[in-house]
């Protein structure tokens, strides 16, 4: 038989695989390498809750094996599909992927931003004018001007 072998797109050297949790090795994740915490979390986080939700006799005690089960199914399916991607990257040509580096490159981080906002003005303290010198945003009619301590003596009523 030719071609790659099952393990030639694996991501986890094979001296490492016996470090693994059980529960990646028994799923027999490629591409996903779920820690430790992670792990605990899939299995026996999972038969926790379904355990607890069984106690409460909100679900049947069936929960307590289809609910790791599901969780399982999903974290298998979700290696299958990263096993794709990972594989349909390495199809592109360096020249393609160069190019489409070149193309993005600049758009990133070149948003317009508006320099400032309506009604707001940012300044340092040293070229910052006396109160009676700046502008004032115009008031809604009828609330009159705050009599503040930084305004103009002739600005108070």
Known sequence: MTGPTRTAWSTVPSEEERYRPL???????????PGGVLCFL??????????LLALAELVSWWAVVVLPAAVALMVKLNDMVAERVVRSAAL?????????????????GRARVPRTLPGVVITTESTRAPAWQRQ???WPSGLGRPAGPDSHPADRP
Do not use: I, K, S
């Open 23 to 33: 529960y990646a090795r028994a799923l027999g994740l490629r591409v996903v390498n």
């Open 42 to 51: 899939f299995f026996e986080g999972t038969v926790a809750l379904a355990a």
């Open 92 to 108: 592109v040509p360096e020249q393609e992927r160069d190019r489409f580096r070149r193309q993005v490159e600049p758009v990133v």
């Open 136 to 138: 004032q945003a115009p």
